[in-house]
């Protein structure tokens, strides 16, 4: 189906029906294949395309380099199918049937461009964490696992590359399921190792802040952050047995969770679903003369060696693919399959293309047999909450303690109400967060209007004496809804939405937090995995023709970039050498926009355009340096540090955040000749 944006503008108003998430991954683990699979399921992109055209990925440099760089939003719909099995649902009680809004936000998964999923783990309620599985875990999982838990997400988890352990790693379905459960496990410990450390923390402050206070007053404090500890940490656990885990493979179109199949195989095996269900993960066994699931120990003494997630889920898929052709690896040898590919399609009642069939295909079956959007889709929908079940456990986030000056206005109460409860009446305040700015070209823009008035309250704003200022009132422009590239003009939006907002190029730098009344906190600012090291200066060739054309453009890329600071003439981008080329690059395009004329007129921040197409013509136009760094280091052998004299005879240790990595530093003295 294609999208009917009155449709998705009806969904908007009905907040149950609302969820708002982000990917998050390692680079290359197929965010933006998955995303193509999800919009290939609105009948936005054709399905042969998916992961050839990488709908979200709208930069040229973007498609050359096969990654993705900046943020890119879309909503969609999900039609959501009744389940036999009601554990996937059970914590999220207010799911609704019938139709959902997605509001999806793909995120990079490049160290680069960290800044980038900072600015959209804020916007979303919940995300879904992808996990190559012939990968496993990596240095960018932690880092967005932590980036989630800081903003108060719940998230999912998506173990993708499923048919790469068929057809690439030659493992059997039981090795691979000891590969799948080692991943699951690892997730969960990270996720464990920052409750801990959250817990630990505040337990600290607790003791410390209550050191003279009443022994009974420290104990009930105590408790209580050992209460909110428990529920992060259950909070943030992922469980397959209660389908907020999935398995897929991006690339071929398929997917599921552990009530995919206790849905297929309950009523061939005389089983209540759900109990299946819990059964589909962990030690438990199908013994089949008896009919019933058993644990470890009574499978050991029926001598049965396949968990029932082996022998229901994964022999299946193994399989499908050997109908295909593959030569797969069941029991440990390989393996050929006794049905050709059309007799598994009839068995299942799938009509396939005779095309499809005759070139052996398994895509074309496992796409119907198990639709990789139903699977994500219903798992957004079924463990990620809605605006207003999110709102508690963001604000915790979003509105730290505040110190006022004076006595807080009582209106002030009303306001952080309407936000727990996510208000979109008339009468309540209408509170938006801009977490970043977006350089549109101006055609982009349907019309300019003035809407609603507003004020943009700075970082030091104090709600208690709003005459010592911190703020400033400005018209808010159109409203538009994200599908990827293009914009979609609304005339509302409710609370809960993700939209894009034209007019605040004068009065936002990077982020802020707009309001409709003065008696309102500013949120927290964002935090960031890395901070800018590198440095580079951008200098006009000819100083009286570009100079002002220049600086209108780094005065939009400093607004458009929240990992880069423009300084005077200088341009400090963010964490490594690539970043910088992908900065320059949008410096560059901005020269060549028809529309930056006159840059002293005060609105050519919203007229840069983003194009790199004529690149090479305007690099004439700009005198760039080499890359600056902030810092120096040396690393040398131990032979080498030994044999010279002034190093410091025992090392400094230091251990990552994540306690995967422990270094040992020696330091030296600089030489005279440079002090």
Request: charged share 25%; glycine share 6%; net charge negative.
């Amino acid at each position: 189906m294609s999208i009917p944006i009155e449709e998705l503008s009806r969904l908007q108003q009905d907040q149950i029906r609302v969820r708002n998430m982000c990917m998050l991954a390692h680079v290359d683990h197929g965010k933006t294949t998955l995303c193509d699979n999800l919009i290939a399921s609105n009948g936005l992109i054709h399905p042969k395309m998916v992961g050839k055209l990488r709908f979200l990925d709208s930069r040229e440099d973007e498609q050359a380099r096969l990654i993705t760089m900046k943020s890119s939003s879309i909503s969609l719909l999900f039609n959501k199918p009744t389940s036999a099995c009601q554990d996937g649902a059970e914590e999220q009680t207010h799911v609704a049937e019938g139709k959902q809004l997605i509001n999806l936000i793909d995120s990079p998964g490049h160290v680069d461009f960290c800044s980038e999923v900072s600015t959209a783990a804020r916007l979303c309620d919940g995300g879904i964490v992808l996990v190559d599985s012939s990968e496993g875990v990596c240095i960018q999982t932690h880092a967005v696992l932590r980036q989630a838990f800081e903003e108060r997400l719940k998230l999912c988890l998506v173990v993708n590359k499923i048919d790469r352990l068929i057809t690439e790693l030659g493992m059997s379905p039981l090795e691979a399921y000891e590969r799948l459960k080692q991943i699951v496990a690892e997730v969960n410990s990270i996720m464990t190792m920052f409750s801990s450390e959250k817990y630990m923390s505040e337990a600290e402050a607790v003791l410390a802040n209550t050191g003279a206070a009443e022994e009974g007053a420290d104990g009930e404090d105590q408790q209580d952050v050992y209460a909110d500890f428990e529920d992060q940490e259950d909070l943030y656990q992922f469980h397959p047995e209660k389908g907020n885990v999935a398995f897929v493979s991006a690339m071929d179109g398929w997917g599921f969770r552990t009530d995919t199949f206790a849905e297929m195989y309950a009523g061939k095996i005389g089983c209540n679903p759900r109990v299946l269900q819990r059964s589909l993960w962990g030690d438990y066994f199908y013994h089949p003369k008896a009919k019933k699931i058993v644990n470890r120990r009574a499978a050991k003494e029926l001598k049965l060696r396949k968990p029932c997630f082996v022998q229901f889920a994964l022999e299946a898929l193994w399989r499908m693919y050997a109908a295909a052709g593959y030569e797969v690896n069941i029991e440990g040898g390989s393996a050929a399959s006794t049905k050709s590919l059309e007799d598994m399609a009839k068995s299942l009642k799938i009509e396939v293309n005779t095309r499809d069939m005759k070139h052996a295909d398994p895509q074309a079956v496992m796409v119907q047999w198990l639709p990789l959007s139903r699977a994500v889709l219903g798992m957004v929908v079924d463990h990620l909450p809605s605006p207003r079940a999110a709102a508690t456990l963001k604000l915790q986030r979003l509105l730290p303690a505040l110190s006022f000056r004076a006595d807080p206005p009582p209106e002030l109460a009303v306001v952080e109400a309407g936000l727990l409860n996510a208000d979109s009446s008339v009468d309540a305040a209408a509170v938006v967060y801009v977490s970043k700015m977006l350089s549109v070209p101006p055609k982009s823009l349907p019309r300019e209007t003035e809407g609603q008035k507003m004020y943009v309250l700075s970082d030091v704003y104090d709600p208690s004496v709003p005459e010592a200022g911190g703020w400033r009132e400005v018209a808010l422009g159109d409203i538009f809804l994200m599908m990827g590239q293009g914009l979609e003009l609304l005339d509302a939006a409710p609370a809960g939405s993700v939209v894009a907002i034209a007019g605040l190029e004068t009065s936002v730098l990077k982020s802020a937090t707009l309001s409709s009344v003065l008696e309102c906190r500013p949120f927290a600012t964002m935090t960031f995995q890395s901070a800018p090291i590198l440095k580079v200066t951008v200098l006009p060739r000819n100083t009286l023709a570009d100079q002002k054309v220049i600086k209108a453009g780094l005065r939009l890329l400093n607004q458009a970039d929240p990992s880069v600071e423009v300084r005077c003439r200088h341009l400090s981008p963010g964490a490594l050498p690539s970043s910088v080329t992908r900065v320059l690059q949008e410096s560059r395009a901005g020269l060549e926009a028809s529309d930056v004329e006159n840059p002293e007129a005060g609105n050519e921040c919203c007229h840069v355009a983003g194009n790199v197409t004529a690149l090479e013509t305007m690099r004439e136009r700009l005198q760039v340096s080499a890359p600056l760094v902030a810092f120096c280091e040396s690393v040398q052998e131990d032979e080498e540090m030994g044999a010279q004299q002034g190093w410091q005879a025992k090392p400094t240790e230091i251990t990552t955040s994540n306690k995967m990595c422990t270094l040992y530093v020696w330091a030296r003295a600089l030489p005279s000749s440079v002090t």
